[in-house]
T-cell receptor, first 118, second 112 residues
Framework: DTGVSQDPRHKITKRGQNVTFRCDPISEHNRLYWYRQTLGQGPEFLTYFQNEAQLEKSRLLSDRFSAERPKGSFSTLEIQRTEQGDSAMYLC????????????????FGNGTRLTVT | TQLLEQSPQFLSIQEGENLTVYCNSSSVFSSLQWYRQEPGEGPVLLVTVVTGGEVKKLKRLTFQFGDARKDSSLHITAAQPGDTGLYLCAGGSNFGNEKLTFGTGTRLTIIP
């Protein structure tokens, strides 16, 4: 069973450095989501792709954040000039989209990348 | 902005007891999903409810979607240590966007 895979699992970086995370979704899934989760909270939506098109970005996604899904398969999330407030778990999820909307398409999450900015 | 508040935030009970977790919002959702998350892992879907008043059962877990589709509850009967985890509700919308709005979470601990 090849679920959603995220790499790396953990990343420790110094403030001001750039970091990049990778997500490999379930192969037949056309939708890919990035969420951020801080300790003890629920995940917060960052951005969403349908195939290679980035269709929505949260206001949480400042100009230091960029996400790509160039071939409609894997995705990368880059954070430039990291800040301590960026420390969080970054979760990727994928789904097989339908016309019924996100609420009817269960998300399959990866195990996340835990970022610590020192 | 759609917000989902969960209560209680923390719950610690003895094995064998029953419990209910609530998920409330002032917004209407097209569907409501419940996830469970264990430390170091991503959330795992438990159930999706889509119809107001809908009740779904998953072994000892009973999920209900409110009639107005603004709230939901999760009831666990005879809790077991394996039920320990972070329970998250998430609302879906058909209003032109594709994201799920997650609740604040309920951290459940079942004491053997």
């Amino acid at each position: 069973d090849t679920g959603v895979s995220q790499d790396p699992r953990h990343k420790i970086t110094k403030r001001g450095q750039n970091v990049t995370f990778r997500c490999d979704p379930i192969s037949e899934h056309n939708r890919l989501y990035w969420y951020r989760q801080t300790l003890g909270q629920g995940p917060e939506f960052l951005t969403y792709f349908q195939n290679e098109a980035q269709l929505e970005k949260s206001r949480l996604l400042s100009d230091r954040f960029s996400a790509e899904r160039p071939k409609g398969s894997f995705s990368t999330l880059e954070i430039q000039r990291t800040e301590q407030g960026d420390s969080a778990m970054y979760l990727c999820a994928s789904s097989l989209g339908s016309t019924a909307g996100a609420g009817n398409s269960p998300l399959h999450f990866g195990n996340g990348t835990r970022l610590t900015v020192t | 902005t759609q917000l989902l508040e969960q209560s209680p935030q923390f719950l610690s009970i003895q094995e064998g007891e029953n419990l209910t977790v609530y998920c409330n919002s002032s917004s209407v959702f097209s569907s409501l999903q419940w996830y469970r998350q264990e430390p170091g892992e991503g959330p795992v879907l438990l159930v999706t409810v889509v119809t107001g008043g809908e009740v779904k059962k998953l072994k000892r877990l009973t999920f209900q979607f409110g009639d107005a589709r603004k709230d939901s509850s999760l009831h666990i009967t005879a809790a077991q240590p394996g039920d320990t985890g972070l329970y998250l509700c998430a609302g879906g919308s058909n209003f032109g966007n594709e994201k799920l709005t997650f609740g604040t979470g309920t951290r459940l601990t079942i004491i053997p």
